[in-house]
């Protein structure tokens, strides 16, 4: 009967963040000169999913109590492999995608293995394969370039608009969440990912699959990095090395996340809130257009949003009793 | 009895860590439909015994037979798919968890590969009824939810298991009366069922009340083993100290009496759930001990003293002017001269990696340096003198605090203190851990300190610590104190006793006892 107490209670950071986005997408929106339409949502959309596909694949590390410093790496490695292999015929072009996915997961999988097998600090870790899927991205694409026979009806496709004007990106979005999200949230390993993440030693004794959980927890966050760099290339169909773009959307996808009410300690929140997350801080950056502001304040703007938002969270270290739990 | 193939057999178990016995060739057995109470010291190896019973660690020898077959533990699920479930004194529960979630945590119900929520839902809900918490939301997150209902929960996490020997370590510790006697209908319950039972618990009215066998543990031996009831409870605290003096104590030096105000007078101490009403004074030269079963509110009534607490209350005077301590800082100023030696020396008192000299110097970098500029050389005058006083067995003080033995680096952490001459030291279990020899060499320098003049609180789980160092001893029970100690009251009987909050007759063994409600 008071069952939706706690549903609310569970989901609490989920709608946080999609509030925060609400209103600010309500502010952006009826402040735009063209006002509500079908072009405004369809450009709002693309900008928007780039970001909440890698804020995605950050949360998966970020549940475990980790964090992955290479998602923009994968996703800058995907975009140039892709601007390979999406090419010719449908059925090059699906063995194509195969490939960068699987890319994608083999990425997260080499993180997962030094992480778990290692013992080693994600953190650090990840610094390290970032740099060299990084590199690996420099040696496909030294110069940014696109291959004669991409396949642009697919780009197209996915980055355009469906029957009744709702933005294709936002349905491939929707279906990634169903097929991806969804599973590992109610599978055995996506509780344990939890339970890693909140308590490992709990979680150890209870005799859960820790160290699977933490394994699928980076795979599949390579795997959404990869997914994340497909849609860049269907964007911009060509592929390109940037160490500005790759490390801005890691560091982005961190703030997205804590945006979105996933705990940094681990164990809370949800891919869903991470999401919302994303599209909150990209609309931010939009605020500025429409109010006509010098977009050289962006970069000012949202540190000051993402700073409040976060200060927000911590407010809970007022009740601490024994300042030693600070430290913990 | 011979005829019958025991459930559970355990024979000829040792297990080390590192040089510190926990176990040395000891044995039990336990029959099904039954109630098994272990009974043992803190340290008495209860802990590591129930460790390698449930896979959490491999012994180093020895033998487990289940109904007759040898069987071998690599972790803690495949003792729990043999049937052998513990609920830990340190709970196992996932704080971000759902109740329902952390119930059937080792072997959701699934569907289609998903976790079957309605199916979770049910199992929960029985499990809960069953371990006496039909009020318990199971829907509720775990790290909402107070200490006691915890505890129900872990008990129904363990049934949802379908255990055949189910261990109860100290889970009854937190609970209330209310509590206890509602788990003890599901345990006589689940021994009807046929469910062997293995109850650790320091309550000795408890165990009288559900035990059917038990089993003393002492110094990582089992000792004896009788029928529930077969011996009375002086007997028990006789078996389960039953050791002689191992460590020289130097000579305590009765105080004369003195008009000064102590130098620390603490009253009506509280802090939460944990510190009730305590009050206590200590005066120049008095070794002042802290007793009673480990995690009773003595490190909290140190780490209270100490400032790092919030939202204590009560007052604290130092040579008898009231005094606010509101952070280790204000306690380690020269005004009050306070010092705490922290329990964890690896993480609350030194720093491993940084050098023998930084670690010394940390506490006393005020005294040492002038307008902010740390005087090297009164710096390691210092430090050389403190390693001679405590002769710190080091490849000199450069070398990184983390090479040193224990006893070595518990000498450091101490040293550190005395660097900045405190005139109250607390400490929390200085020896845990550390070698015979330093032993003695630290009860030497606790008396010395105390001779020249300061007052001295120590909380230690060794009781012959407090016998042979202490002036006066304070026993703590659930936060409160309990019996205070004087002189030659101090004795391991009168202090097991008072710790177990049970009455022993400390002048006629084997009187009959007066078990306190």
Redesign the interface.
Known sequence: MNDWRYRFAEQRGTLLALLIFLVMFVIYVSNHPAGFTANVVQTAANKGVLLAFVAMAQTFVVLTAGIDLSVGMVFILCNCLASYLVVGSPSTTALGLFAVLATGLVCGAINGLVVVFGRLQPIVVTIATGAIYFGLALLLRPNPGSTANFNSDLADALTGKLPGGIPASLVALFVVVLIIWVPFRRSVIGRAAYAVGSSETAAYMSGMPTRSAKLVAYALSGLLGAIGGLFLTFFTYSGEASLANGNTYTLFSIAAVVLGGVSLFGGKGSAIGAIFGALAFRTIGDLLFVFDLDPLWQPLFQGVVLLLAICLGSARLFQVKNRLDLFA | MDDVVPLFRMEGISKRYGGVKALENASLTVQAARVHAILGENGAGKSTLIKIMSG?VAPDAGRMLLEGQSVQFA???AA?AAGIVCI?QE????????VA??IV??N?P?RF???D?RAQRRIAEEALARAGGEDI?P???VKDLPLSRRQIIEIA?ALARKPRLLILDEATSALTAADVSKVFDVLRRLRAEGLALLFISHRMHEIAEIADDCTIFRNGRNVATYRAGSKTDNEVVELMIGREYSHVFPPKKPLPPSDQPPVLDVRNLS??QRLKDVSLTARAGEVVGLGGLDGQGQR?LL?ALFG????ASGEVLIDGKPTRIG?PRVAKSRKIGMALIPEDRKT?GLMLPMSVRDNLSFAALGNLSHAGVVDQRAERAAVDEMIRLLAIRTDGIDVPAGSLSGGNQQKLVIAKWLMVSPRIILLNDPTRGIDVGTKEEIYALLRKLADSGAAIVLYSTEYDELVGLCDRVIVLYDGAIKRTLVGSEITERALIGSALNIATDDREPGAKPVVEA
Not at chain 2, 91 to 98: E, K, M, V, Y
Request: charged residues 20%; hydrophobic residues 45%.
């Open positions: 959490v972790n803690p699920a729990n830990f709970l196992s529960l996932i704080p971000d968890l759902t979630d952390n945590v080792s959701p699934t590969g998903m976790i929520r939301h829907m509720a997150l996490k802090w939460t909290e780490l790092v607490l919030r939202g952070s609350e």
